[in-house]
Every structure is written in structure tokens, then in C-alpha cells.
């Protein structure tokens, strides 16, 4: 008697019907960031649109799952959050609509809607913890369901959420609500997303000329051997490099007089090359260390392997996870060297 295969999400009209939606909005939001990449609304609205339907293929593979778990919880939690802080980051709504700052503090002062509101959901967070550990006496319940209501809402989703709005705001430019060049955000995205296929490329193409043991089919490319990690590395630099030498006016075919030596192109690529170099190594490990929190994670709450309602990739959750790391630790550092340069200079 043959069985059949389980597969992660049943072929109901629902599912279907959220498959094509996820398609739909995912292939949208790319075409309106190569239309109109220059558009600070444009980023802020792709990557709340991509923290939502992380967050609602979450529910509704817990719910395919029968996992222990509130969906009205997660949605609160996880779906507003990306939009209230990308307003307030941006002050879409008061600068472009209202024409004025809400300001708070002052006698006659109006408080900021968008800050109440951010307060207002951690508050329900904070109050969803407390509910969540006290009202089953049985311990394992209880952690059960802070795992699937809880963590799965914060963790990617308010992480990332609040590194990308961190690093829009320094690219910001109130007056004209555009970007002067690509913001470091969506680049830190792209590095760590091309370190994670660059890593699972080189694991899957070496398999075959390496003993056995000497690779792993994880997709955190933390448990991966070091060839791996250093193909990976070595290959990002170097795409990320060429990137740089077509886009140095060095190279470029229309020189004012004759053009410049090759030692003269030579010293002005070396520095971006090692600068280069060392912010994919930086944003690779960070990227790794996210992934591992990701498959601990879905690990201790029995998620082992489960497929995305977009085809072809893992699950938002898991893209997510690498990102999250990397911009929230390259926005912890940035900020720890400001603060180092205010305290000693």
C-alpha cells in the first residue's frame, strides 16, 4: 500500500488562494523597486509587505500543524508593527499629509499617534507573556505557547523591522522623501542573501570531490564546512567588487583629458577592495549566527522542514532571519562607534 506524501500546507482553496496572493505582492513589490528605486516610500512599503507575509505563513503553517498556538495573537503582534515604526521612522504621515511634526512634552502639545501606537502593541506584547505563563499550570503549555505566540512575532519580524527603519532614516532626506544613492540596507539584504546561495552553490557543487562527513545539507551556512564558508565569502567579495570597478568613474570610457595609469586605478581599487572584503566577512558571520537562531528556533517548537507558500524558497521566517542579524548587529555597531566618538573626542 503505497502512502502518501505529506505535504506542508494541504491543497485547500485558502492555501492556493494565499499562494497566489504571496506571488502576486512579491513580484509587485520587485517591479515597483526597479520602476522607482529611488522612492523612500517605495523600500518602506516592499519590506512591511515582506515582515507580513512572514508573519502569515507563520500562522498558517502553526495552524497546518496543529501547534499550540493564539493566530489572532500573531497577527496583532506581528502585522501593524512594521508599518507603525516605518511611518514613525520616516514621518510619512505628519510630513506629507499634515504638513507638521506632532510633538510631544509641551503644554500644548500633541502627542505622536504613531509612538502611542508602537507603545501600545508592546504593551499588549508584554500582557500576552505575563497571560501566556500564568494561566496553564502546566509549565510546558505555557512555554509552548510563548514560543508560537510570542517569539515567532518578534523574532525576525520587530528585529528587522527595526534595523531597516535604523538605517533608512540615515539616508532620509525630509524635504524630498528620496534616496540619494541605494540605501545600506538594501545592500546589507543583498549580501546576505547572496552569502546564504553562494554558500548552499559551493556545498552542493564540492559535495561530490570531498569524503564523506565533509559536508552538511543544514541551510545555516554556520554548520557548514570552512571551504564552504570561505568559497562563500570569496565569491561575494568578488561579485561585489566587480560591481564597484564598472560603477568607478575610473573606468569609465569618457575621460575629460587621457586616461589615468594602471597603477593609479590599482591604488584607488585596493582600499575598496579590503573595505569590501571585511564588511561581507562582517555581515556573513552575522548572517550565519541569524540563520542558527532560526533553525533553533523552529527546532524547539517540532518544526524540523517546511516549505514557503512562495515556491522555490524555504520560508519567509528563514529569509528573514539572516537579514535581521546582519542589519541589526551592523546598526548596533555604527551606533557603538558614534557613541565612542562622542565619549573620547
Same mark, same amino acid.
Given at each position: 500500500?503505497?502512502? @502518501?506524501?505529506?505535504?506542508?500546507?494541504?491543497?485547500?482553496?485558502?492555501?492556493?488562494?494565499?499562494?497566489?496572493?504571496?506571488?502576486?505582492?512579491? /513580484?509587485?513589490?520587485?517591479?515597483?523597486?526597479?520602476?522607482?528605486?529611488?522612492?523612500?516610500?517605495?523600500?518602506?512599503?516592499?519590506?512591511?509587505?515582506?515582515?507580513?507575509?512572514?508573519? !502569515?505563513?507563520?500562522? /498558517? !503553517?502553526?495552524?497546518?500543524?496543529?501547534?499550540?498556538?493564539?493566530?489572532?495573537?500573531?497577527?496583532?503582534?506581528?502585522?501593524?508593527?512594521?508599518?507603525?515604526?516605518?511611518?514613525?521612522?520616516?514621518?510619512?504621515?505628519?510630513?506629507?499629509?499634515?504638513?507638521?511634526?506632532?510633538?510631544?512634552?509641551?503644554?500644548?502639545?500633541?502627542?505622536?499617534?504613531?509612538?502611542?501606537?508602537?507603545?501600545?502593541?508592546?504593551?499588549?506584547?508584554?500582557?500576552?507573556?505575563?497571560?501566556?505563563? @500564568?494561566?496553564?499550570?502546566?509549565?510546558?503549555?505555557?512555554?509552548?505557547?510563548?514560543?508560537?505566540?510570542?517569539?515567532?512575532?518578534?523574532?525576525?519580524?520587530?528585529?528587522?523591522?527595526?534595523?531597516?527603519?535604523?538605517?533608512?532614516?540615515?539616508?532620509?532626506?525630509?524635504?524630498?522623501?528620496?534616496?540619494?544613492?541605494?540605501?545600506?540596507?538594501?545592500?546589507?539584504?543583498?549580501?546576505?542573501?547572496?552569502?546564504?546561495?553562494?554558500?548552499?552553490?559551493?556545498?552542493?557543487?564540492?559535495?561530490?570531490?570531498?569524503?564523506?562527513?565533509?559536508?552538511?545539507?543544514?541551510?545555516?551556512?554556520?554548520?557548514?564546512?570552512?571551504?564552504?564558508?570561505?568559497?562563500?565569502?570569496?565569491?561575494?567579495?568578488?561579485?561585489?567588487?566587480?560591481?564597484?570597478?564598472?560603477?568607478?568613474?575610473?573606468?569609465?570610457?569618457?575621460?575629460?583629458?587621457?586616461?589615468?595609469?594602471?597603477?593609479?586605478?590599482?591604488?584607488?581599487?585596493?582600499?575598496?577592495?579590503?573595505?569590501?572584503?571585511?564588511?561581507?566577512?562582517?555581515?556573513?558571520?552575522?548572517?550565519?549566527?541569524?540563520?542558527?537562531?532560526?533553525?533553533?528556533?523552529?527546532?524547539?517548537?517540532?518544526?524540523?522542514?517546511?516549505?514557503? /507558500?512562495?515556491?522555490?524558497?524555504?520560508?519567509?521566517?528563514?529569509?528573514?532571519?539572516?537579514?535581521?542579524?546582519?542589519?541589526?548587529?551592523?546598526?548596533?555597531?555604527? @551606533?557603538?562607534?558614534?557613541?565612542?566618538?562622542?565619549?573620547?573626542?
Amino acid at each position: 500500500m503505497n502512502a @502518501t506524501p505529506k505535504t506542508p500546507f494541504p491543497s485547500s482553496g485558502r492555501h492556493a488562494a494565499a499562494k497566489a496572493a504571496f506571488t502576486f505582492l512579491v /513580484l509587485l513589490s520587485a517591479g515597483w523597486i526597479v520602476l522607482d528605486s529611488n522612492s523612500l516610500p517605495v523600500y518602506i512599503v516592499c519590506f512591511c509587505i515582506l515582515c507580513n507575509m512572514a508573519t !502569515l505563513e507563520w500562522s /498558517l !503553517l502553526l495552524e497546518e500543524k496543529k501547534k499550540l498556538c493564539h493566530r489572532w495573537l500573531i497577527l496583532l503582534l506581528g502585522l501593524p508593527y512594521p508599518w507603525l515604526l516605518g511611518f514613525d521612522g520616516v514621518r510619512i504621515f505628519t510630513v506629507s499629509v499634515l504638513g507638521c511634526a506632532y510633538r510631544s512634552g509641551g503644554q500644548h502639545e500633541y502627542p505622536d499617534p504613531w509612538n502611542v501606537a508602537i507603545a501600545f502593541i508592546g504593551f499588549i506584547a508584554m500582557a500576552a507573556l505575563l497571560w501566556e505563563m @500564568t494561566r496553564s499550570s502546566e509549565p510546558e503549555k505555557s512555554l509552548a505557547s510563548v514560543s508560537t505566540d510570542l517569539l515567532v512575532s518578534i523574532v525576525p519580524v520587530w528585529f528587522f523591522s527595526w534595523g531597516i527603519i535604523a538605517i533608512l532614516n540615515e539616508s532620509i532626506n525630509l524635504q524630498t522623501l528620496v534616496f540619494d544613492a541605494w540605501p545600506p540596507a538594501v545592500k546589507i539584504i543583498l549580501i546576505a542573501l547572496s552569502f546564504n546561495a553562494a554558500s548552499w552553490l559551493i556545498n552542493r557543487s564540492a559535495s561530490g570531490f570531498l569524503p564523506r562527513g565533509h559536508t552538511s545539507s543544514s541551510p545555516s551556512p554556520i554548520r557548514k564546512p570552512w571551504h564552504t564558508l570561505m568559497g562563500s565569502w570569496l565569491l561575494v567579495s568578488a561579485i561585489w567588487i566587480i560591481i564597484t570597478v564598472v560603477q568607478t568613474p575610473l573606468f569609465s570610457l569618457d575621460y575629460e583629458h587621457t586616461p589615468p595609469p594602471r597603477i593609479e586605478i590599482l591604488r584607488a581599487l585596493l582600499p575598496q577592495s579590503l573595505t569590501i572584503l571585511a564588511t561581507v566577512l562582517a555581515v556573513a558571520c552575522m548572517t550565519a549566527c541569524g540563520n542558527r537562531v532560526c533553525i533553533t528556533l523552529k527546532r524547539s517548537i517540532g518544526l524540523t522542514r517546511h516549505r514557503s /507558500l512562495l515556491p522555490g524558497l524555504p520560508g519567509f521566517v528563514p529569509l528573514l532571519c539572516g537579514p535581521d542579524f546582519a542589519i541589526a548587529g551592523w546598526q548596533l555597531l555604527n @551606533t557603538a562607534e558614534r557613541l565612542f566618538h562622542y565619549i573620547f573626542t
